[in-house]
């Protein structure tokens, strides 16, 4: 099982700036560190990211995950945002009224050719807002720093097993009862080719019956 150290600070992180003096952002989670090496392939729930709007007014954040660095340094075929595809987040955006909270469900997803190395990222929490000329302007901000390692690439079939095994944990129960109903499904089907002949056997020794003299 997926191992994790998690440390809660006291406070919450908070950046402001003077220009957003009535909005702010908060997360509850200072520094998250996986201390089992991913199995490129795999899918991997993280802790939920707790969102906090400390700001004076109501607004709508966003979520993203900002790749900072990896070692061994810009492995090859890494690129920035690819890394920052690996995530998703559910969900990504949201509305806050002041000192509201919201869960944030945090998925990594791994390719199946994922670079070996340890790698540092952000997952940043920040409000978003609309200017007069209909952009999308980013307001507050603050994040939890994650740390990660991803190991050796099991080879393709290695890392389609990881991705099968990885999605039935995550999924359970339901992907337990998906299996089930595949299999009463199948019963059924197999049931066709039994109870109709069956039926006719009944039917035809039941009209014998009748017609024998009395």
């Known amino acids: 099982m997926l191992c994790f150290l998690i440390i809660f600070f006291p406070f919450y992180t ?24 991913l199995t490129p392939g795999g899918v991997y729930a993280l802790p939920s990211l707790p969102v906090i709007n400390t700001g004076e007014i109501a607004a709508t954040y966003e979520v993203e995950a900002i790749f900072v660095s990896s070692e061994p340094a810009s492995p090859k075929g890494l690129a920035v945002s690819a890394v920052e595809r690996y995530f998703s987040f559910s969900p990504r955006r949201f509305h806050l009224n002041p000192n509201e909270s919201r869960q944030v469900k945090v998925t990594i997803t791994l390719p199946f050719t994922a ?31 994650l740390n990660f390692s991803v190991g050796t690439a099991p080879g393709v079939l290695g890392a389609i097993r ?43 020794k039941k009209e014998r019956q009748e017609k024998l003299p009395l």
Do not use: C, M
């Open 115 to 145: 670079p070996a190395g340890q790698y540092r990222v952000l997952l940043e929490a920040h409000t978003v807002s609309k200017t007069e000329g209909g952009n999308v302007a980013i307001g507050p901000a603050a994040a939890a720093r």
């Open 162 to 204: 990881q991705r099968v095994v990885t999605l039935w944990n995550f999924y359970l129960p339901w992907s337990l009862f998906f299996v089930l109903a595949l299999d009463f499904l199948a019963i059924l089907y197999l049931l066709r080719f039994v109870v109709p002949p069956f039926e006719i056997s009944i039917r035809r």
């Open 14 to 37: 908070l950046y402001t700036v003077s220009a957003w003096a009535q909005l702010g952002a908060g997360v509850g989670l200072g520094k998250i560190e996986l201390k089992e090496p």
